[in-house]
């Protein structure tokens, strides 16, 4: 089997980057990561990863005139490392369609909210001042638009009566280290496949998907 080389995009500590490495580990994962790129030369992530032996590299997106020129920077270091495909782990800076186009199909990214809602920033912030009762995670093909592109995978939390952004942040942020490996099992797999705005095939179980057990509703 020939496992798809992948590059993690972070721009910071790279949390998700950690879940995905550590199932990357066994062989017959269908995808290796053989690359963490950073925007950001001194992104602890970077250090994180030099640590556990992968290659690293830095495209600082302060020295370009524009976006994209620095993507045909990042572009050369990626096509350097042979790389196949692309997920996304807290990479804050937007991409450009030129970038998005070359690797249409090839590039998830992971939202701290239940797409199509609250996509962009402080997601955790205003689904409480919205007084919903579920909110979660999506894992979900980059496309030109910010925070659209098929869904791959979604996972839910309780809204609690106590939650604050930050306690509330921190279930989901679990949550997406769940199923972040799991959308790129199905995807470097070959067990989905995309039509119009669709994911289909690969339906992962409910319990791999959906409440965490200790936040199970009560009968």
Same mark, same amino acid.
């Given at each position: 089997?020939? =496992?798809? %080389?992948?590059? #993690?995009?972070?721009?910071?500590?790279?949390?998700?980057?950690?879940?995905?490495?550590?199932? +990357?580990? $066994?062989?017959? /994962?269908?995808?290796? #990561?053989?690359? &963490? *790129? @950073?925007?950001?030369?001194?992104?602890?992530?970077?250090? =994180?990863?030099? @640590?556990?032996? *992968? +290659?690293?590299?830095?495209?600082?997106?302060?020295?370009?005139?524009? =976006?994209?020129?620095?993507?045909?920077?990042?572009? #050369?270091?990626?096509?350097?490392?042979?790389?196949? /495909?692309?997920?996304?782990?807290? /990479?804050? %800076?937007?991409?450009?369609?030129? /970038?998005?186009? !070359?690797? @249409?199909?090839?590039?998830?990214? #992971?939202?701290?909210?239940?797409?199509? @809602?609250? %996509?962009?920033?402080?997601?955790?912030? %205003? !689904?409480l001042a919205d007084g919903v009762k579920i909110h979660g995670c999506t894992v979900h093909f980059v496309v030109p638009q910010m925070d659209e592109g098929p869904i791959v995978a979604q996972a !839910?939390?309780?809204?609690?009566?106590?939650?604050?952004?930050?306690?509330?942040?921190?279930?989901?942020?679990?949550?997406?280290?769940?199923?972040?490996?799991?959308?790129? =099992?199905?995807? !470097?797999?070959?067990? &989905?496949? &995309?039509?119009?705005?669709? &994911?289909?095939?690969?339906?992962?179980?409910?319990?791999?998907?959906?409440?965490?057990?200790?936040?199970?509703? $009560?009968?």
């Amino acid at each position: 089997m020939r =496992r798809l %080389r992948t590059a #993690i995009l972070i721009s910071g500590r790279g949390s998700n980057m950690d879940a995905l490495i550590e199932a +990357a580990r $066994p062989l017959d /994962f269908p995808a290796e #990561i053989a690359l &963490v *790129l @950073s925007n950001r030369p001194d992104a602890p992530g970077l250090a =994180r990863a030099k @640590s556990l032996g *992968l +290659a690293t590299a830095a495209v600082d997106h302060k020295i370009y005139a524009g =976006r994209e020129e620095f993507e045909r920077s990042m572009q #050369i270091v990626l096509e350097t490392y042979r790389i196949d /495909f692309i997920c996304l782990a807290g /990479f804050t %800076r937007l991409l450009t369609p030129w /970038f998005t186009g !070359a690797w @249409s199909g090839r590039m998830l990214n #992971i939202h701290p909210a239940l797409l199509p @809602s609250y %996509r962009g920033l402080h997601t955790h912030a %205003r !689904a409480l001042a919205d007084g919903v009762k579920i909110h979660g995670c999506t894992v979900h093909f980059v496309v030109p638009q910010m925070d659209e592109g098929p869904i791959v995978a979604q996972a !839910a939390v309780n809204v609690l009566d106590d939650d604050t952004p930050q306690t509330l942040g921190a279930r989901v942020l679990e949550q997406e280290h769940r199923i972040y490996p799991l959308a790129l =099992r199905l995807v !470097a797999s070959g067990a &989905v496949r &995309v039509k119009g705005n669709r &994911v289909l095939g690969g339906a992962m179980r409910a319990e791999d998907v959906l409440l965490a057990p200790d936040e199970a509703a $009560p009968p």
